[in-house]
């Protein structure tokens, strides 16, 4: 067997979708994606923790990401908890109906994941020059820790919380997958020239049109589903073991709106484009940044008569750099959320 | 008395900022009309509170940085606009809040420091007066005692409320529109203060350690979060990755600011003075550089010693004592140029 190989495949159009290390072909989204959470808090196919995603080379590690296991018992489980209301408690002293914090097993289920993977960074960093600590390592950890912080330590609403704990989930399995790949993985998709033997890493794998990425992928066992024409199957040098149906979002995944809630859409466009991707964190990031309460209306008492704001400046400085301060009042800063 | 206006030449199309003039033509000191007018409503702000044992010491080059702040000029375009302004906290002023007030302060400050971290809405702030009313009705205490017979205070309360996308009841309680109601326990109704219930003095006031904290942690919360407001506007910071290196550098301007789990709001309650207030200035001396590096970045005009220090490899004990000097005077003074008001400024917990 090799990357072209297919020990699945599945036909759309008139392309073909073979894989040469899964049993299965999932469904490949098309058409503009409208990127949303969903009732259950994730994006839905769009979201890298739920389905595999079009490889993209910038974010190398997405299908490293953990699949969610079948096994109610497997500790990763915790990752893909959606807390009931019975999960939020009040938060004692706080004298606001309605504002607390998730608590109980699941809770403390989470914390210790938390920590385990925290642990196991620390470990890895620890060994590594602090320069050639990968920025993915770096990044993917604050955003798991400050995800973490805001989760454990500031009370919100119940829905605020639900969304922290998807956050706090979503940024775990993120790091477990940069972590996966520069502990070895990267290593194996650049010099193996073989599959690992035994069965591949349980992750959600990717879709690519790429023969490279495919082979890439298949050499340090991660589940790849190559996108071609189908006229490559008719000269008979592609092993096809068996054809099967696709494996459908709609079968799999909650795709219905979250009741009451109207989150907004943050990406609509094509589905190759890694904006797809990074929007989803840019929602993500834009609500761990806090508001400035003196943003925007409350200074007006600075604007002069040509609606320029005043500031600190010595005669000397204002001589040096001219235009350095100028900036209309009149014009907010977009929130990156509002971006 | 009026100070005389020197006003810049006027050529067509000239400087599209109004600057603050030169020492001479600007206010020096809380002696001056700008002053005044911070005084008339009380205390003179840009002064340590005077006689009160209980109250926080002061740092002394902060002391000296907000005594110096320099008024806008009477008259000029940002004094004739300030002077309709009101001004907002998005604390209460430690040097308003009277000891009748300190225990709904106790109660009620979990959910103002819940209101104040909010990333959903901008906080919004409040004036003096309002924040008087907040605490002596006991708003957010659990125990308010404010009606809708109250029909004024009623209505601005239930105005603020709204601002922050919360209701207020006929019984004087904020709560989140349409969430679960959660019963009042008596473990709600105890009075606690860093988790441990406070003990009233026999004439029923509180223990003056816990007074002396809570007043601490009113000027620290403030300028913690003025800091990050004016390092926001000032630093120009623009999109997501910015904005959180730059609440990052904020952060390493307080003790414990480097660890992961460190939270700017609330903050931990020393045992001893740390950070910024620490005894020793060498032992101050991270904190100041990392305001100076903060304070490279502030579209202001800055004082060399700030932009040539902050990055200096090694500072002698001297020029450590002068950079601080620069960094509680800039800030103090780019504060009050932007906010209209005086800063709360950073205070020792003994």
Known sequence: MTALDAKVAAFIGDSVVTSPNEDYIPEVPTGTAEVQLRADLRFGPDDASLWPQPYLENYPFLPLIPRKPNNPENYKMIMWWLPGAEEFRASEGLHVGGVGFIAGANFDRLDVEVHKLKGMTREFTDKVKSEDIPRFVNATYATMIHCWVRLAHSPGTFEEKCLEVSEVQRAWLEHWAVMDYYKGRQRMMETRTEPPSGPIKQTVGCFTASIDVAQRCFVAGIPVWLIRDYRVLLGGRVRVDRQVDFTTVASCLELGKRRGVNYPVVYSGRRDDERRYTEQHGFMRSRLVWRNPWEGGEDTWKMGETGLMSVTRSLKDLEAHPTRVVRSGAKMRDHPCEK | ?350
């Open chain 2, 1 to 350: 008395m009026r100070n005389k206006k020197k006003t810049l030449p006027k050529y067509p199309g000239a400087l599209l900022i109004q600057p603050f003039l030169p020492d001479a033509s600007r206010g020096s000191g809380s002696s001056k009309q700008g002053a005044q007018k911070q005084k008339a409503h009380g205390r003179d702000k840009f002064a340590e509170p005077e006689h009160d044992p209980l109250a926080p010491p002061g740092i002394p080059a902060w002391v000296e940085g907000l005594k110096s702040v320099k008024h806008a000029a009477p008259g000029d375009a940002g004094d004739r606009q300030k002077t309709k302004a009101v001004e907002k906290y998005l604390f209460p002023d430690p040097g308003m809040v009277r000891p009748k007030f300190y225990e709904n302060w106790l109660r009620s400050r979990a959910a103002w420091v819940w209101r104040a971290n909010q990333t959903e809405l901008p906080p919004t702030l409040i004036s003096p007066s309002l924040w008087r009313e907040c605490l002596f009705y006991g708003l957010a205490t659990g125990q308010s005692t404010l009606r809708p017979d109250n029909t004024n205070q009623f209505e601005k309360v239930k105005k603020l409320a709204a601002a922050f996308n919360l209701n207020l009841d006929d019984k004087g309680n904020l709560g989140v529109p349409g969430a679960r109601e959660f019963p009042q326990t008596a473990r709600d109704m105890r009075l606690l203060w860093r988790d441990r219930q406070v003990r009233k003095k026999e004439d029923g006031s509180l223990e003056d350690e816990v007074v002396r904290e809570m007043l601490w942690e009113l000027y620290e919360i403030s300028f913690r979060m003025e800091l990050r407001g004016l390092d926001r506007e000032l630093s120009m910071a623009q999109g997501w990755e910015d904005i959180i290196q730059r609440e990052e550098m904020v952060n390493r301007c307080f003790a414990g600011g480097d660890a992961d789990s460190f939270e700017l709001s609330p903050p931990v309650i020393p045992i001893s003075n740390a950070g910024l207030a620490s005894d020793e200035l060498e032992d101050r001396g991270p904190y100041i550089v990392a305001l100076a590096r903060l304070m490279a970045r502030w579209a202001v005009g800055k004082p060399k010693i700030v932009e040539d220090l902050a990055f200096s490899p090694k500072l002698s004990k001297d020029d450590l004592a002068k950079l601080e000097s620069a960094v509680a005077s800039l800030y103090c003074q780019a504060f009050y140029d932007h906010r209209a008001r005086a800063p709360l400024t950073p205070h020792r917990i003994k």
